[in-house]
C-alpha cells in the first residue's frame, strides 16, 4: 500500500513540475499551441534563445513565441494547496528580490507592504481597475464584411487601423463594444462577429475563438481574423 501510494505521488508530482527547472511550477504558464506548462521565468528565459516547447519541441511562434503564452492561475492554486509552505515561500522570496533590486535602482525603502511585485508602470491608479497588463496578449485583425444590398452596410465601415493586440481574455462583446468606439456607432448598436463564417458569442474570449475555431480548423495564419457586420436578425 506504501508502495502504490508513493508511486501514486511521484506520478502526480511530474504535472506539477517544470521541466525546465525541476522544481514545483511557479506562475505556472501554458505553451498554448502544445498545452506543456512551465515556470513563467523558466519559459520566458528559454524563449530568449529558442522559439522551440522546451518538452515536445514544436515551434511556438516563427518570430515572437512570448505571445503564445498563458498563465495558469488554477493550476496555481492547486500547487500551492498541495504543497504545505509554497506560497509563504515564494511571497517572501519574491518580496526580498523587489526590494533589493528596488534598493539598488534609486535607494527607497523597498516595496509597499503586500504589493512587492508592482512595477512603476502597474501601480495602481486609484480606480482599482484590471487592465490585463499581464495577461498573454493575441493579434487580430478585424475586417468588415461585406454583403451587398445588407440594411446598415452604409455605416458600419471598415476601420482604418484594422490589427490591433489585446489580451485574450477580452470578449466578444468588448471587442463589439470597440467597434461601436471607433466606427462612432450608437452604444446599443447590434453588431455580429465572426470568426471562419460562424457567429461568436458575446461571452466568448479571444483565446477560445483562437483554440476551436481558428486553430482547429487548419488555419495557419497568423494574426487571426474576426469579421463584423450589421446585425442580421433569422426572425
Known amino acids: 500500500m506504501a508502495t502504490q501510494r508513493k508511486h501514486l505521488v511521484r506520478d502526480f508530482n511530474r504535472h506539477i513540475t517544470c521541466a525546465i527547472c525541476c522544481g514545483y511550477l511557479i506562475k505556472p504558464t501554458a505553451v498554448t499551441e502544445c498545452l506543456h506548462t512551465f515556470c513563467k521565468s523558466c519559459i520566458v528565459q528559454h524563449f530568449e534563445e529558442s522559439n522551440e516547447c522546451p518538452e515536445c519541441g514544436i515551434q511556438v511562434h516563427e518570430t515572437n513565441p512570448l505571445e503564445m503564452l498563458r498563465l495558469d492561475k488554477t493550476l496555481e492554486e492547486i500547487i500551492f494547496k498541495l504543497v504545505p509552505g509554497l506560497r509563504d515561500e515564494e511571497e517572501q522570496q519574491e518580496s526580498e528580490f523587489w526590494r533589493k533590486n528596488k ?3 534609486n535607494g527607497a525603502d523597498g516595496p509597499r507592504a503586500k ?4 512595477s512603476d508602470e502597474e501601480e495602481d491608479d486609484g480606480k482599482g481597475g484590471d487592465y490585463h497588463r499581464s495577461d498573454p496578449q493575441i493579434a487580430i485583425c478585424l475586417d468588415c464584411l461585406r454583403n451587398n444590398g445588407q440594411s446598415g452596410e452604409s455605416i458600419v465601415k471598415g476601420l482604418m487601423k484594422k490589427f490591433i493586440r489585446c489580451s ?14 471607433k466606427l462612432k456607432l450608437p452604444s446599443s448598436y447590434e453588431l455580429d462577429v465572426l470568426c471562419n463564417g460562424e457567429i461568436m458569442g458575446k461571452d466568448h474570449t479571444l483565446e477560445f475563438i483562437y483554440r476551436t475555431r481558428w486553430r482547429l480548423q487548419g488555419e495557419s495564419a497568423y494574426p487571426m481574423v474576426l469579421e463584423y457586420r450589421p446585425r442580421i436578425d433569422f426572425g
Open 103 to 105: 534598493l539598488k535602482s
Open 115 to 118: 504589493k512587492p511585485c508592482l
Open 168 to 181: 485574450t481574455r477580452v470578449t466578444v462583446g468588448t471587442i463589439k463594444k470597440f467597434l461601436c468606439v
